[in-house]
């Protein structure tokens, strides 16, 4: 019978809020297939045994905010063969980034009792913008059968199968009939990309851009559209500055219908 | 119930008559598929009655926009055409096309099981019907054949439904594929509806409709009823929301690659291929390989695909089709000019979907207008193939 390497796997955290990795603890049915395929040799949100690296493959979560971690992350690439971004906060720089847009000052000050004790950078920035990157998954959180599909094309040597297509795509297959058109609800699915299923669409809802700006992606022609519907510059400006709120041309479009006397 | 009728001479069901066609079909081992509501729209689905059909409701459509209202009357086929149509159910959005398991020693390759489902489907318009026989030739046509395409649509039984309403984005007439179902049915009904009536003429196609059509109880249609359905069509194609002049056009399409209209569509369009899932005719799929985590299974899938997506023309080194303004030239070019050459008809039934359904309402009808307008036919750029 066919024998392989059992590649070791790592899972990092940075600013974010567990979510993503929770999607690979989701995995339920997989999970055993997935132990018995990689040796999880780091992941501390699933286990105390933390073993050294290097590592095979390194799944990380989480954006960049403090200078320790602009120092952490350069420590786990050095020691994995293969690094892969697991979610909008390693991606783009998740929510978190809606700090770029402002005065951190101002946000420290006004969350925390002591804001003297807090030591953070001015923004939020993806680990692509500070470590070389092998493969991103977006989604506010990752869908896990994208995750799966990684490590599955990782263990075979082949590239894996995530298409850079609309969310509209995957609206249309499933059969759901447009919320946009049908409905006059705004819906970002035209300019996100697919990978959730088209999960809001099916309820009713417009997609909410969690897995970031699609390629090719029209922002500006959709956001003249949402306005015929009735949107305002405001909701436009919030829709477009949320998970993915640092992703190019999602910023873009937030800053083209920000409020002039207040950017943020 | 009569003798059986031959082909072409028109009876009357009435809706207890359509409701029988329905459970006949049925007891035939077929899964009918009809019109019903759902999610603020009129999509196809299972249905096992006319209750299950949209009586009263019909469909107001312009480019990107789509609503249900209610009809003065209780008419079941009072609507248009919806975002689907019955490509989802021949040409499915995804299927798997064969699996292999590794063994002790090498491989071994299990292919799909052909589809045994067979399909009746209620409701169809002749612009569909026409879609079906385009994606025949594309699926059946030529040297090689898409087994599954073949098994489904073998064992489909057709009922098509003229048009009693155009909808204001439908130019079949232009196409000259409707309103009226000529061919490619096993049944046409033509829905007669008034303050005291509310029945079906109905004429079969095939030799099976005639011998379904038999058994229903019905009764002949006079002149008057077949009068009446000869107005119906009448007020149908009178009443199309779009044209599209077609002389010329795909000399014109063909001529100007370069024409700066690609771009002022670029600036609308979001490349989001809504327009070619919705489209009846569009065929292009993706196929993808699959391993999984343990490294003994793998599988080949096929799905949708489409003209907007970077993926679609990715070549080593990058995609073909970088620019929107490409992918949209590629699409409609493909549509009304080189589908032509490719399969001896248009690639565009008229059937309007592309506008109702794209999200920023892009027009395909006042798109090929503007350029055939003003083709500018660049010496350097003539013999553009299909990219
Ligand atoms: S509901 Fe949203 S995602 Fe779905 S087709 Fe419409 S615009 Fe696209
Ligand atoms: S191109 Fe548009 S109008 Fe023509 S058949 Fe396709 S969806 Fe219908
Ligand atoms: S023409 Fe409309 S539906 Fe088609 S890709 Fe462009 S925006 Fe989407």
Redesign the pocket.
Same mark, same amino acid.
């Given at each position: 019978m066919h024998t392989r390497l059992r590649p070791t796997l790592a899972v990092w955290k940075f600013a974010s809020c567990d979510g993503c990795q929770l999607s690979l603890l989701d995995c339920e049915d997989e999970l055993l297939a997935l132990a018995g395929a990689v040796d999880i040799a780091y992941f501390a949100e699933a286990s105390s045994t933390l073993r050294p690296g290097p590592y095979d493959l390194s799944l990380v979560e989480g954006s960049i905010t403090t200078a320790h971690d602009a120092e952490r992350i350069r420590a786990v690439r050095a020691a994995s063969r293969h690094l892969v971004t697991i979610g909008a906060c390693a991606t783009a720089g998740g929510i978190q980034a809606l700090r770029n847009f402002a005065d951190v000052t101002d946000y420290v000050a006004a969350v925390y009792a002591t804001p003297a004790y807090i030591s953070t950078l001015a923004t939020s920035t993806p680990i692509a913008a500070h470590v070389k990157v092998d493969f991103a998954l977006h989604g506010c959180p990752i869908d896990k059968a994208q995750l799966l599909e990684v490590i599955s094309a990782l263990l075979a040597g082949r590239k894996p199968e995530i298409p850079h297509e609309?969310?509209?795509t995957a %609206?249309?297959r499933r059969g759901?009939s %447009?919320?946009?058109?049908a409905h006059g609800t705004p %819906?970002l @699915? =035209?300019v996100t990309e697919a990978g959730c299923g088209?999960i809001c =669409?099916a309820y009713g809802r @417009?997609?909410y851009g969690c897995f970031g700006p699609s390629e090719a992606a029209n922002t500006a022609a959709l956001a003249a559209t949402w306005t015929v519907l009735g949107a305002d510059r405001r909701s436009i400006h919030r829709a477009f500055r949320s998970f993915n709120a640092a992703a190019e041309p999602f910023r873009e479009e937030s800053d083209a219908h920000g409020d002039q006397d207040h950017p943020g | 119930m009569g003798a059986p009728t031959l082909p072409g001479a028109p009876v009357l069901l009435d809706p207890a008559g359509l409701d029988a066609l329905i459970a006949a079909l049925a007891a035939r081992g077929f899964s009918v598929i009809g019109p019903t509501l759902r999610e603020g729209a009129i999509v196809y689905d299972r249905i096992s009655g006319i209750g299950a059909l949209p009586a009263g409701w019909t469909d107001r459509q312009e480019a990107g926009r789509y609503r249900l209202e209610r009809r003065a009357d209780a008419a079941l086929f009072g609507y248009a055409v919806g975002p689907q149509s019955w490509k989802r159910f021949l040409h499915p959005p995804e299927e798997r096309l064969w699996r292999a398991r590794r063994t002790e020693d090498g491989f071994t390759i299990e292919t799909e099981p052909p589809p045994v489902e067979r399909f009746a489907f209620l409701g169809m318009r002749a612009c569909e019907l026409h879609a079906v026989a385009i994606q025949d030739r594309v699926f059946l046509g030529g040297t090689h054949q898409d087994p599954g395409y073949a098994a489904r649509r073998a064992g489909a039984f057709l009922v098509a439904v003229n048009c009693g309403t155009a909808g204001g984005t439908c130019f079949c007439v232009s196409m000259g594929t409707g309103p009226r179902a000529e061919s490619g049915f096993d049944l046409a009904l033509t829905e007669l509806i008034g303050p005291d009536r509310h029945e079906f003429l109905t004429v079969a196609g095939s030799a099976e409709g005639a011998a379904l059509l038999a058994t229903l109880p019905s009764r002949p249609a006079g002149a008057e009823a077949e009068a009446a359905a000869a107005s119906v069509m009448a007020r149908t194609e009178a009443g199309m929301g779009r044209t599209l002049e077609r002389a010329g056009l795909k000399e014109a399409l063909q001529a100007s690659p370069e024409h700066p209209h690609w771009d002022d569509v670029a600036a609308r369009c979001l490349a989001?291929a809504?327009c070619t899932m919705v489209c009846p005719t569009c065929f292009c799929t993706s196929v993808s390989d699959h391993t999984d985590l343990a490294g003994t299974e793998a599988a080949r899938v096929k799905r949708w695909d489409s003209c907007f997506t970077a993926e679609f023309s990715f070549i080593h080194g990058g995609p073909v089709r970088p620019h929107r303004s490409a992918r949209y030239r590629q699409w409609l070019t493909h549509k009304l000019a080189h589908w032509v050459d490719q399969f001896g008809s248009s690639g565009c039934v008229g059937c309007g979907r592309c506008i109702t359904w794209c999200?920023v309402g892009i027009d395909i009808t006042a798109e090929a207008a503007a350029i055939r307008a003003a083709p500018d036919a660049k010496p350097e750029q003539e013999g553009h193939g299909n990219p």
């Open positions: 609309s969310v509209c %609206c249309k759901t %447009c919320v946009m058109v %819906c @699915g =035209p088209a =669409p @417009g997609c | 989001c809504n999200p």
